[in-house]
C-alpha cells in the first residue's frame, strides 16, 4: 500500500505541478530521493520471491523496465517539475503500468489458510494456499469435469 501511495504522489505531482511545494528545488530532491528509495524497495520485494511470488516473467521484466525509465526520465531532465509534458506522461504511464501489475501480483500471492478435517478423522488441519494456486487449481479442475463430460456424453447418431 505504501508503494502504492508513494508513486502516485509521484504521479500527482507530476500531472499537477501546481500543487509541489514552493520550494521546487527542495520538493524535486525529496521526491527523487523517495523515488529511488521506493525504487530499491520494489526491487528487492521483486527478488525476495514471497512478496510478488505470483508475478509472471513478462510482468516482471515490464516492472523493471517502467522503474528503469522513470529513473531515468527523472535523472536527466533533474526532477519532476522540469520534465515536459509528454515525459511527464510517459512517467505516468510507465507509473500506471507498475502499480496495475504489482497490485495484481501482490493479491495473487497474498496467503489463505483453511481449516479442514479430514474423511474419517475428527482432527482439523491447516491448509494454506496463495490466491492465485487456489484459482489455478479450481480452473484445473472445472477443466477435468468439462473433459470428463465430453467422454461421457454420447456423440448424436453414433
Not at 520550494?23 to 527478488?47: G, H, M, P, V
Amino acid at each position: 500500500m505504501y508503494r502504492f501511495a508513494v508513486l502516485m504522489l509521484i504521479s500527482l505531482t507530476a500531472a499537477f505541478p501546481a500543487l509541489a511545494t514552493p520550494d521546487k528545488d527542495a520538493a524535486a530532491l525529496d521526491l527523487n530521493a523517495s523515488f529511488a528509495q521506493q525504487k530499491d524497495k520494489i526491487s528487492r520485494e521483486l527478488a525476495d520471491g514471497k512478496t510478488y511470488a505470483e508475478i509472471s516473467s513478462p510482468d516482471l521484466m515490464k516492472v523493471k523496465e517502467s522503474l528503469n525509465r522513470i529513473a531515468g526520465k527523472l535523472d536527466l531532465a533533474g526532477g519532476v517539475e522540469r520534465l515536459n509534458a509528454q515525459q511527464k506522461a510517459d512517467v505516468f504511464n510507465d507509473q500506471e503500468l507498475v502499480n496495475n501489475i504489482l497490485t495484481k501480483a501482490s493479491a495473487d500471492s497474498r496467503l489463505v489458510c483453511t481449516r479442514e478435517k479430514k474423511v474419517g478423522s475428527h482432527r482439523t488441519t491447516t491448509q494454506c494456499d496463495t490466491v492465485a494456486s487456489r484459482r489455478r487449481a479450481a480452473e484445473d479442475s472445472q477443466k477435468a469435469m468439462r473433459e470428463n463430460m465430453r467422454v461421457m456424453m454420447p456423440r448424436p447418431g453414433g
